[in-house]
């Protein structure tokens, strides 16, 4: 988190460089989880967990449309977000840009993500083939039948009700 957090209101999105490599994106799916590098341009959220409140932190490639659209409602400008004053210049166009195209630009998401949205979903596979005559046309083996189980020498059930002592001795008696 930034050092100026205390002092200034906390409005519902920060734009920041990392200031370590402690925090873990929160976005989407091929990169949830990841460290985000130090120095990296990162987003975050305000999160309210137990009356305490935070920053859920992404990378900027892994901001979603609707968290822009979230912003843009918030917001007249992109100028008027937490944190865009300590931006680099060129980082201040980058997200200009995706404030008036609605989304983060091609080249600054995650290789694993850009890939995900522009698939479909995987089909459903095939169904099984049909089995063949129970002849075996094809050649198959018949299948080989099971051994009858074998029989046991006492009831489990019965062996529990007994006493130990009792089960001893008929243990003996029996195997």
Wanted: hydrophobic share 25%; aromatic share 6%; glycine share 10%.
């Amino acid at each position: 988190m930034s050092d100026n957090e205390g002092t200034t209101k906390k409005s519902g999105y920060r734009l920041e460089y990392a200031s370590s490599a402690r925090s873990k994106c929160k976005g989407p799916k091929p990169c949830a989880g990841s460290p985000i590098a130090k120095g990296e341009l990162r987003v975050g959220s305000v999160v309210d967990f137990r009356g305490n409140t935070s920053y859920a932190w992404r990378h900027w490639g892994c901001t979603t449309t609707k968290i822009l659209s979230n912003m843009k409602s918030q917001f007249e400008s992109a100028d008027e977000l937490d944190g865009f004053d300590d931006l680099r210049d060129e980082d201040k166009e980058r997200l200009r840009k995706a404030w008036d195209e609605g989304k983060v630009a091609d080249e600054d998401k995650a290789p694993g993500e850009e890939a995900e949205e522009d698939e479909e979903k995987p089909k459903k596979r095939a169904p099984a083939k049909a089995k063949k005559d129970a002849g075996g046309e094809d050649g198959e083996k018949p299948k080989k039948k099971r051994a009858p189980a074998k029989a046991k020498k006492w009831r489990t059930r019965e062996m529990r009700m007994l006493k130990t002592s009792q089960r001893r001795l008929l243990r003996g008696s029996l195997g």
